[in-house]
């Protein structure tokens, strides 16, 4: 027994260190970006100071972080409410019908995966200049109708969960196909597209790439694009860049604190299925 | 079966979206991608066809072998310690005595959630040689005199960016591990502790061979992503590849080709380079996979 306490007093331990080292860099972001740069360059520092607000407003002088932040909310709100919906007709499609080449198709669409995302990116750009929608959201929002996780996920839940008879009974009651899909179908995917839901947003969250290259307008600007160009804007202003790291960080972190459960459940759930 | 009405049209109306969208943004700059690859381009004036010219240079061009190389090194440096250490957590948090599971999880999981770019400037300050975080810490705590300038030494580099992927993406992995360690039946363990086993017995006879499935999963899929490694060097480099270029990627290497040299058609051949590498070594996993079976 007493080796047993042993053994769990260091199995604690070692989750609490590896929590410590997750959460220490974060901590020091806030912390940091509450002083001066003086103290800053000099100090090792662990509690918060007073600098916030000047830190800040030489940040908002000339990065507006918000708008950032507010452009990056529109473009993955508007790409995953189109991947999710796009993907559940398309899984429905694979799962409730039968038609030539289907397997085909399927397979075709799974091998999609395979494909590393920059292949196509120098093609990507250039097709996106002669349809004139360079420096626009378009390029951003539309590529993400397609997504070959995303139907693969929904298609094993409605070939697991949606019984064909609802189709048929749709079908007696009058409805048309697509009526059944709207009105039947999907009210029943709820759960998986809120799944799946998460996983576009995150992905869709982080893109990097291509608003970096498809977008000029500092106004239009996506937030992981600004805080990667902190560095150079502001050379040796460690506050102001800390500042900006902590409008990054820190709406993720609230929303991420009231819904840990519901995402975490999710992730596992598209973890098992994936 | 009841339907006799032949429903198939609308089987391809409901998939279409897919392979519309797909057709449109993915295969047809792929396709338009290798057709730039054989030409010389400046991006201003029509591509001239060229042949496999691009191609002839890639294959001689010492700094794509590098970024090979850098690619892999930064890749296996990050990879490694992830899957060991997210297995260990797994196999902690599996057990009934710990509480919290819910929290622990959540912590380790949240890095996932911020952009790689984010977690690359708050590395990168606290890196700096003369005013990071952790030099200061180092130097307090007494483990070294003088502060280390981090990011002169190539290996030093490659380990910090190494570190950024593995902080981000242990939560992740972990989480698929518990996951798979949940769907083995507690009934196995039940019979192995009536049977005499020890703990360290049943992890290495029972969990470990059942988790094997999910272990190599998630080691072929992260040969995808840990390939196309882009933003961390990007930003720890931050403009200037590392010492020695040794933080050059692959697809930084073609970022820059591309997209900071304006030479759009070598672009296109590294970028149909980089992919012929990533098939490699998918194929080179996965077949190291079924060899072992």
Same mark, same amino acid.
């Given at each position: 027994?007493?080796?047993?306490?042993?053994?769990?007093?260091?199995?604690?331990?070692?989750?609490?260190?590896?929590?410590?080292?997750? #959460?220490?860099?974060?901590?020091? *972001?806030?912390?940091?970006?509450?002083?001066?740069?003086?103290?800053?360059?000099?100090?090792?520092?662990?509690? @918060?100071?007073?600098? +916030?607000?000047?830190?800040?407003?030489? +940040?908002?002088?000339?990065?507006?972080?918000?708008?950032? #932040?507010?452009?990056?909310?529109?473009?993955?709100?508007?790409?995953?409410?189109?991947?999710?919906?796009?993907?559940?007709?398309?899984?429905?499609? /694979?799962?409730?019908?039968?038609?030539?080449?289907?397997?085909? +198709?399927?397979?075709?669409?799974?091998?999609?995966? *395979?494909?590393?995302?920059?292949?196509?990116?120098?093609?990507?750009?250039?097709?996106?200049?002669?349809?004139?929608?360079? =420096?626009?959201?378009? @390029?951003?929002?539309?590529?993400?109708?397609?997504?070959?996780?995303?139907?693969?996920?929904?298609?094993?839940?409605?070939?697991?969960?949606? @019984?064909?008879?609802?189709?048929?009974?749709?079908?007696?009651?009058?409805?048309?196909?697509?009526?059944?899909?709207?009105?039947?179908?999907? @009210?029943? *995917?709820?759960?998986?597209?809120?799944?799946?839901?998460?996983?576009? /947003?995150?992905?869709?969250? =982080?893109?990097?790439?291509?608003?970096?290259?498809? #977008?000029?307008?500092? =106004?239009?600007?996506?937030?992981?694009?600004?805080?990667?160009? +902190?560095?150079?804007?502001?050379?040796?202003?460690?506050?102001?860049?800390?500042?900006?790291?902590?409008?990054?960080?820190?709406?993720?972190?609230?929303?991420?604190?009231?819904?840990?459960?519901?995402?975490?459940?999710?992730?596992?759930?598209?973890?098992?299925?994936? | %079966?009841?339907?006799?009405?032949?429903?198939?049209?609308?089987?391809?109306?409901?998939?279409?979206?897919?392979?519309?969208?797909?057709?449109?943004?993915?295969?047809?700059?792929?396709?338009?991608?290798?057709?730039?690859?054989?030409?010389?381009?400046?991006?201003?004036?029509?591509?001239?066809?060229?042949?496999?010219?691009?191609?002839?240079?890639?294959?001689?061009?010492?700094?794509?072998?590098?970024?090979?190389?850098?690619?892999?090194? !930064?890749?296996?440096?990050?990879?490694?310690?992830?899957?060991?250490?997210?297995?260990?957590?797994?196999?902690?948090?599996?057990?009934?005595?710990?509480?919290?599971?819910?929290?622990?999880?959540?912590?380790?999981?949240?890095?996932?959630?911020?952009?790689?770019?984010?977690?690359?400037?708050?590395?990168?300050? %606290?890196?700096?040689?003369?005013?990071?975080?952790?030099?200061?810490?180092?130097?307090?705590?007494?483990?070294?005199?003088?502060? !280390?300038?981090?990011?002169?030494?190539?290996?030093?580099?490659?380990?910090?960016?190494?570190?950024?992927?593995?902080?981000?993406?242990?939560?992740?992995?972990?989480?698929?591990?518990?996951?798979?360690?949940?769907?083995?039946?507690?009934?196995?363990?039940?019979?192995?502790?009536?049977?005499?086993?020890?703990?360290?017995? %049943?992890?290495?006879?029972?969990?470990?061979?059942?988790?094997?499935?999910?272990?190599?999963?998630?080691?072929?899929?992260?040969?995808?992503?840990?390939?196309?490694?882009?933003?961390?060097?990007?930003?720890?480099?931050?403009?200037?590849?590392?010492?020695?270029?040794?933080?050059?990627?692959?697809?930084?290497?073609?970022?820059?080709?591309?997209?900071?040299?304006?030479?759009?058609?070598?672009?296109?051949?590294?970028?149909?380079?980089?992919?012929?590498?990533?098939?490699?070594?998918?194929?080179?996993?996965?077949?190291?996979?079924?060899?072992?079976?």
């Amino acid at each position: 027994m007493k080796g047993n306490i042993f053994v769990r007093t260091i199995c604690y331990l070692f989750l609490i260190a590896v929590a410590i080292t997750c #959460l220490l860099p974060f901590y020091s *972001m806030i912390i940091t970006s509450t002083h001066n740069n003086t103290d800053i360059a000099q100090k090792l520092l662990l509690a @918060p100071g007073d600098q +916030l607000a000047a830190n800040y407003e030489r +940040l908002m002088h000339s990065v507006n972080i918000w708008r950032g #932040l507010w452009n990056t909310a529109f473009v993955t709100v508007a790409a995953t409410a189109l991947n999710v919906y796009a993907s559940a007709m398309v899984g429905y499609g /694979f799962s409730k019908y039968n038609f030539r080449f289907k397997n085909v +198709l399927f397979i075709g669409l799974l091998a999609t995966m *395979m494909i590393p995302g920059q292949l196509g990116i120098i093609g990507f750009y250039k097709l996106m200049e002669s349809f004139h929608m360079l =420096n626009t959201y378009w @390029p951003l929002i539309l590529p993400s109708i397609s997504s070959a996780f995303g139907v693969f996920m929904i298609r094993q839940f409605v070939d697991s969960s949606v @019984p064909t008879e609802i189709l048929e009974s749709g079908r007696v009651d009058g409805y048309g196909e697509v009526q059944i899909f709207h009105r039947i179908i999907l @009210p029943l *995917m709820t759960p998986v597209l809120a799944t799946y839901a998460i996983f576009s /947003f995150i992905g869709k969250w =982080n893109d990097f790439l291509t608003p970096m290259i498809i #977008l000029f307008d500092n =106004n239009k600007q996506t937030l992981p694009v600004m805080i990667a160009s +902190l560095r150079s804007a502001f050379v040796s202003d460690f506050g102001a860049q800390y500042v900006g790291l902590v409008v990054s960080v820190v709406p993720i972190l609230v929303f991420f604190s009231a819904m840990s459960k519901r995402i975490i459940s999710g992730v596992s759930a598209g973890a098992v299925k994936g | %079966m009841k339907s006799k009405v032949n429903k198939s049209a609308y089987g391809y109306l409901f998939i279409s979206p897919f392979f519309i969208a797909y057709a449109l943004f993915g295969l047809v700059p792929i396709l338009y991608t290798l057709y730039l690859s054989l030409t010389k381009w400046d991006g201003f004036s029509d591509p001239v066809y060229v042949g496999l010219a691009n191609y002839e240079r890639l294959v001689h061009d010492s700094f794509f072998w590098q970024t090979i190389s850098n690619t892999l090194i !930064i890749w296996i440096m990050s990879i490694v310690p992830q899957l060991i250490l997210a297995l260990l957590l797994a196999l902690i948090l599996h057990e009934k005595f710990v509480k919290g599971k819910h929290f622990f999880r959540a912590v380790y999981y949240f890095p996932n959630l911020i952009s790689t770019v984010t977690l690359g400037v708050i590395f990168s300050l %606290m890196f700096d040689w003369q005013t990071g975080s952790i030099n200061k810490l180092l130097i307090n705590i007494g483990l070294i005199q003088d502060p !280390i300038n981090w990011f002169n030494s190539p290996w030093w580099t490659r380990a910090i960016i190494a570190s950024i992927t593995m902080w981000q993406y242990f939560g992740f992995n972990l989480i698929v591990f518990v996951a798979g360690l949940q769907s083995i039946s507690s009934e196995v363990f039940e019979a192995a502790e009536v049977d005499g086993a020890t703990k360290t017995q %049943m992890v290495f006879k029972i969990t470990l061979p059942l988790l094997r499935p999910v272990f190599v999963f998630t080691f072929i899929t992260s040969v995808i992503g840990g390939l196309q490694l882009f933003e961390g060097p990007l930003v720890i480099g931050n403009g200037g590849d590392g010492p020695g270029n040794s933080a050059r990627t692959m697809i930084l290497y073609l970022y820059e080709t591309s997209f900071k040299a304006f030479d759009y058609s070598y672009g296109a051949a590294i970028a149909y380079g980089v992919f012929i590498v990533i098939m490699i070594f998918t194929a080179i996993t996965a077949r190291a996979y079924r060899l072992k079976d």
